[in-house]
């Protein structure tokens, strides 16, 4: 038994010479990218594109991507793709040995997920044995800068609109107080181009609202495109869909020519940098 002892003494001690291999001296970053989720390809294919956005902007950093969508993580479940909650992305992180995190959301506003998303990173701060540091990046709109700079990074990859001619975005919306994003949001667009507006499904800028401006301007033709991170389920249903009350047959009831114009924001590389210059804050904080 001493003999045991001892070897294993000597055994930590030669140990204890290569920091590298001992996880309690080094410091081990990875990043989780958090979003709601989707099971559309073309969804998926934006969550891909971003990842390779963030894994070029940081090389050496481990990158993973959970959705916070129950419903739709059990759907993709079905399908053979497996994608994890922000809290087991999180447990596991932590098993394989991570010192430090920075959770990146992917929202647009912070809303009930993002805050939903801060609730989480506060329990992993707390947790005994947990990780050294953990931190959470911004979402798309948090700043009056972000919302100026998102309208200008987006404004070259909207189509050219013609006279008589508007396009019209579709924000989420929520009950949320952040649902005040979204009225702030179409004061820019507007600013930037008067034929630009914004309306949200589930928020207080309803379709209803707006749609006296639209005939009153006398718009033959509106691009229609979704203001989310990807083409999902509202975008393809609620905006463009072929159900009685989607944007596009409303548009049509008022003889307005609806034309959808289906792209994310996170297709878009512009826009995509701006979260990515929000990861980068964020991870600036590891350092303080
Ligand atoms: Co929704």
Do not use: C
């Not at 949001?185 to 707006?210: H, M, P, Q, R």
């Not at 297709?267 to 303080?288: F, P, Q, R, S, T």
């Amino acid at each position: 038994m001493i003999y045991r002892s001892i070897f294993f003494s000597v055994f930590l001690f030669l140990f204890s010479f290569f920091p590298g291999m001992s996880k309690a001296h080094s410091t081990n970053t990875g990043i989780l990218l958090v979003t709601f989720g989707s099971s559309y390809p073309q969804a998926q294919n934006t969550y891909k594109f971003i990842e390779s956005k963030v894994k070029a902007a940081f090389p050496n950093t481990p990158v993973y991507l959970a959705y916070t969508s129950k419903k739709i993580r059990h759907k993709l479940a079905k399908q053979g793709i497996k994608v994890d909650s922000p809290e087991l992305a999180l447990a596991k992180m932590l098993d394989q040995g991570f010192t430090q995190v920075v959770v990146q959301s992917l929202h647009i506003i912070p809303g009930e997920e993002f805050n939903y998303l801060k609730q989480v990173v506060k329990n992993f701060a707390n947790l005994p044995k947990g990780f050294k540091k953990i931190v959470l990046g911004k979402p798309l709109l948090y700043s009056t800068e972000d919302l100026k700079k998102v309208v200008d990074a987006l404004y070259p990859y909207l189509p050219n609109l013609k006279k008589q001619e508007a396009l019209l975005f579709m924000g989420h919306g929520t009950e949320h107080a952040a649902d005040v994003y979204y009225s702030a949001l179409n004061y820019w667009l507007a600013k930037k181009n008067k034929n630009l507006f914004l309306a949200t499904v589930e928020g207080t800028l309803s379709l209803d609202s707006l749609l006296p401006q639209l005939i009153q301007k006398q718009v033959k033709k509106v691009y229609l495109m979704p203001f989310m991170s990807v083409v999902g389920d509202h975008a393809n249903n609620d905006l463009a869909g072929k159900e009685k009350d989607s944007w596009a047959n409303l548009l049509k009831k008022h003889h307005i020519e609806p034309k959808p114009y289906l792209k994310g924001l996170g297709e878009m590389e512009k826009v995509v940098a701006i979260w990515i210059k929000h990861l980068k804050e964020a991870y600036k904080e590891l350092e303080n």
